[in-house]
């Protein structure tokens, strides 16, 4: 009979430590929040209703770069690479850049799985009438459904949004026109995915593996806590389970609490100090200036970020699987235009800009910087924790919901460009 296994909270050996929220806490701190206007709110900026850049003063406007040379010219490519076996090589085909928006909350991740609705689901169908007569035979004799195959430059989770990711999808056929892909897509998205745009490109380029930055923003409610939730239950009595990522109703009795776990690395832990409970005044809230200056601590250094990753493997990329190069990094207060508030909805706003991101590494920053904000720990906290052991020392992922990926760069990162400067 399999044991239950029992965590303690990580000690930290700060001053501090006595302020520190545990896991549980961090939790129920993130997730007791009005995150519907902030849902609303990347609705809107999908639909094309509204615009992050208008978040910021003074405005912003960005020039992304299309991708299209990735530092060769179109024109100078070799056209044919025909070998003398009549067939033809990978220089043959068209390759096309397609840019989406998606609503997080309306799909089930990026990375297609079987019977959940995902975006790159969405996305292969629709391209299944563009493929060449070859892949279509082939895909008919293996008994597989007629889709097209597209490269991503990041997977995206459960509940997290796009405004600029970066896709790819090749063809051997030469009458195919962006427009058309575009109508393909769009009319198969149900109007939670659209494309920003579509352009010929590179047919050495790659989303992924050409790209030379990614930008997240992740919008944090500040407004009042919500004391009660859908039924009348207390937010308190939600456990959330990181397997299934969804929210399941049950109370925290003193029987089930031992057995309780978040995931594998973010375990709810429980405290136990001689068997008696500690009651210790832990702060109730963060200063937004205090995440700030944590997070800049970050910018322009090669790290290793093993401890904010969850479920890390080793990539397919240059260097240790685990070091990222972080380009920038800043929080602000800013207010989110709501129709039911007149004066905005004050949210905090995190952008963080880096060569690459591991998986749940900004969710987990976010709600580290938070509670370390929040404990009044030295701004140098982050980087101390990066050489921790273990890595419940970081608190568990933030809500999916406040995530967006805003854009992926193919260029060098211009610090002009940031929006929180």
Same mark, same amino acid.
């Given at each position: %009979?399999?044991?239950?296994?029992?965590?303690?909270?990580?000690?930290?050996?700060?001053?501090?430590?006595?302020?520190?929220?545990?896991?549980?806490?961090?939790?129920?701190? %993130?997730?007791?929040?009005?995150?519907?206007?902030?849902?609303?709110? *990347? !609705?809107?900026?999908?639909?094309?209703?509204?615009?992050?850049?208008?978040?910021?003063?003074?405005?912003?406007?960005?020039?992304?770069? =299309?991708?299209?040379? /990735?530092? &060769?010219?179109?024109?100078?490519?070799?056209?044919?690479?025909?070998?003398?076996?009549?067939?033809? $090589?990978?220089?043959?085909?068209?390759?096309?850049?397609?840019?989406?928006?998606?609503?997080?909350?309306?799909? @089930?991740?990026?990375?297609?799985?079987?019977?959940?609705?995902?975006?790159?689901?969405?996305?292969?169908?629709?391209?299944?009438?563009?493929?060449? /007569?070859?892949?279509?035979?082939?895909?008919?004799?293996?008994?597989?459904?007629?889709? $097209?195959?597209?490269?991503?430059?990041?997977?995206?989770?459960?509940?997290? !949004?796009?405004?600029?990711?970066?896709?790819?999808? *090749?063809?051997?056929?030469? =009458?195919?026109?962006?427009?058309?892909?575009?109508?393909? &897509?769009?009319?198969?998205?149900? $109007?939670?995915?659209?494309?920003?745009?579509?352009?010929?490109?590179?047919?050495?380029?790659?989303?992924?593996?050409?790209?030379?930055?990614?930008?997240?923003?992740?919008?944090?409610?500040? @407004?009042?806590? /919500?004391?009660?939730?859908?039924?009348?239950?207390?937010?308190?009595? *939600?456990?959330?389970?990181?397997?299934?990522?969804?929210?399941?109703?049950?109370?925290?009795?003193? /029987?089930?609490?031992?057995?309780?776990?978040?995931?594998?690395?973010?375990?709810?832990?429980?405290?136990?100090?001689?068997?008696?409970?500690?009651?210790?005044?832990?702060?109730?809230?963060?200063?937004? !200036?205090?995440?700030?200056? &944590?997070?800049?601590?970050?910018?322009?250094?090669?790290?290793?970020?093993?401890?904010?990753?969850?479920?890390?493997?080793?990539?397919?990329?240059?260097?240790?699987?685990?070091?990222?190069? %972080?380009?920038?990094?800043?929080?602000?207060? &800013?207010?989110?235009?709501?129709?039911?508030?007149?004066?905005?909805?004050?949210?905090?706003?995190?952008?963080?800009?880096?060569?690459?991101?591991?998986?749940?590494?900004?969710?987990?920053?976010?709600?580290?910087?938070?509670?370390?904000?929040?404990?009044?720990?030295?701004?140098?906290?982050?980087?101390?924790?990066?050489?921790?052991?273990?890595?419940?020392?970081?608190?568990?992922?933030?809500?999916?919901?406040?995530?967006?990926?805003?854009?992926?760069? *193919?260029? =060098?990162?211009?610090?002009?460009?940031?929006?929180?400067?």
């Amino acid at each position: %009979m399999a044991t239950s296994r029992v965590y303690v909270h990580y000690h930290h050996a700060d001053a501090c430590s006595k302020a520190r929220w545990n896991a549980r806490e961090t939790f129920r701190f %993130m997730y007791d929040r009005p995150w519907q206007h902030v849902l609303d709110f *990347y !609705s809107n900026a999908v639909e094309g209703n509204t615009s992050v850049l208008n978040l910021f003063q003074p405005k912003k406007h960005l020039v992304h770069d =299309d991708g299209i040379t /990735e530092g &060769i010219p179109l024109e100078s490519e070799l056209e044919t690479s025909t070998r003398k076996d009549g067939r033809s $090589g990978r220089w043959e085909r068209v390759n096309f850049k397609i840019v989406l928006s998606y609503n997080g909350t309306s799909f @089930d991740g990026w990375q297609k799985q079987p019977d959940l609705h995902t975006v790159q689901g969405v996305v292969e169908k629709s391209l299944g009438e563009f493929v060449d /007569e070859k892949k279509a035979q082939l895909l008919k004799k293996k008994c597989k459904p007629l889709e $097209g195959r597209v490269l991503v430059a990041g997977r995206t989770d459960k509940g997290v !949004s796009a405004l600029n990711q970066v896709c790819s999808f *090749y063809t051997w056929r030469k =009458d195919i026109e962006p427009i058309a892909i575009e109508d393909a &897509i769009n009319k198969d998205a149900s $109007g939670k995915l659209k494309v920003v745009s579509i352009s010929k490109v590179s047919r050495s380029f790659h989303p992924n593996f050409s790209a030379k930055w990614r930008r997240y923003l992740y919008i944090f409610p500040l @407004d009042d806590i /919500e004391p009660l939730c859908e039924g009348g239950k207390n937010h308190e009595n *939600y456990i959330f389970d990181e397997n299934h990522e969804k929210q399941r109703n049950g109370l925290l009795s003193e /029987e089930n609490t031992e057995e309780v776990v978040l995931s594998e690395d973010d375990e709810l832990e429980i405290e136990e100090t001689s068997k008696e409970l500690q009651v210790v005044e832990k702060p109730s809230d963060f200063s937004v !200036s205090k995440v700030d200056q &944590i997070l800049q601590q970050l910018q322009g250094k090669v790290l290793s970020y093993k401890m904010f990753a969850r479920d890390t493997k080793a990539a397919r990329n240059e260097g240790p699987p685990t070091e990222c190069f %972080m380009y920038h990094a800043r929080a602000a207060e &800013i207010k989110l235009s709501c129709s039911d508030h007149v004066e905005g909805r004050r949210v905090m706003c995190v952008e963080l800009v880096a060569n690459r991101f591991l998986r749940k590494m900004v969710r987990v920053l976010v709600a580290t910087s938070i509670r370390e904000a929040a404990a009044g720990a030295d701004n140098d906290a982050l980087l101390k924790l990066l050489e921790a052991s273990c890595r419940r020392a970081t608190a568990p992922p933030a809500p999916s919901e406040g995530l967006c990926l805003f854009d992926v760069g *193919y260029t =060098d990162f211009d610090p002009q460009i940031s929006l929180i400067s």
